[in-house]
């Protein structure tokens, strides 16, 4: 492995409460290289963060709540650490996660963005790599995806054929990313106009566009909670997600004869809103599929090609 250096962690915060102390405590575990942690604040009233802050943690005040990406941008300003990591405080590191996600990147040295796999605290592995929404691919998963998870759209969304293998994906989960740094700012960081969600995906497809990879590494394991903050501002949230699913699809078809495509898009989100609003089966998704007891034969997989 490359030596990467000093790592830059950089954690969005808005009120996390104990998840954050979580967060450091099992990171010392997760790496052996020296690292400094960012805590990107957008205005938290809990005190956690600059309860956190200490040796090796620095407190960055955003001043008002900008939001993931713009937070991350600022988290991420100022450094020439090669290797960055955007996190949420309310995920877990397993022991070593880390560095294997840093022998992923010198695996792959084209690639932009390294992505962990994500068990939710139930033990079901999270769909965190995933396709680039098409317009068949999307509508099919946002139609069934709620009440048949295995419907062919959302597999095919979510890359869910045969065990969790280790190489190029469409985007991966913001809930923590990996980032080459001279990839990041080849384009510029995350799209500060995505407030909440698809700013992970936004950026996924700006890095595919220049030529980087997008790469999942099974091999890394976190434990993501989620909702720590989104859940207290739940109503706002659900609109902020179809707010920002309209403003990805209808850049992906911005030509002037894309117009009436973009019209139905409108309404079609619109809809889908009214309805996950009162069904709140519909506006949590599809459920995972896959336990992650199939992380242990995914690695098993994985070493066995790295052997042959």
């Given at each position: ?14 009120s ?107 033990g ?12 068949v ?25 045969g ?12 809930s ?19 407030f ?29 909670e ?38 139905a ?44």
């Amino acid at each position: 492995m490359d030596d990467p250096g000093t790592l830059r962690v950089v954690v969005v915060t808005y009120s996390p409460g104990a998840s954050l102390r979580s967060f450091l405590s099992s990171l010392r575990g997760a790496t052996t290289l020296p690292y400094t942690v960012v805590l990107a604040d957008n205005g938290s009233t809990d005190g956690a963060p600059a309860a956190a802050a200490g040796p090796g943690v620095r407190l960055l005040e955003t001043g008002s709540n900008l939001g993931y990406g713009g937070a991350a941008n600022l988290g991420a300003l100022g450094g020439h650490e090669p290797w960055l990591v955007v996190a949420n405080p309310d995920v877990v590191w397993e022991p070593g996660a880390l560095d294997e996600l840093l022998a992923g990147g010198a695996r792959w040295p084209r690639a932009g963005c390294l992505g962990p796999a994500i068990r939710t605290p139930a033990g079901e592995l999270y769909p965190s790599a995933r396709a680039f929404p098409s317009l068949v691919r999307g509508t099919g998963h946002a139609l069934f995806g709620w009440w048949w998870p295995t419907n062919p759209w959302t597999r095919s969304y979510r890359d869910e054929e045969g065990p969790p293998r280790e190489g190029p994906t469409g985007w991966l989960s913001g809930s923590l990313m990996l980032l080459r740094r001279e990839a990041f700012d080849a384009v510029g960081g995350f799209d500060p106009s995505y407030f909440m969600y698809c700013e992970d995906m936004d950026l996924c497809r700006r890095l595919a566009e220049t030529g980087w990879s997008n790469v999942y590494v099974p091999t890394a394991v976190v434990t993501h909670e989620g909702g720590q903050a989104t859940s207290r501002v739940a109503a706002a949230m659900l609109r902020e997600h179809h707010r920002s699913l309209y403003r990805y699809l209808s850049r992906q078809y911005s030509a002037p004869v894309h117009a009436p495509l973009r019209i139905a898009l409108a309404l079609g989100l619109l809809l889908r809103y009214l309805l996950a609003a009162r069904v709140r089966s519909m506006g949590e998704g599809a459920a995972p599929t896959r336990s992650a007891a199939v992380l242990q034969s995914a690695a098993v997989l994985d070493e066995a090609d790295r052997r042959a």
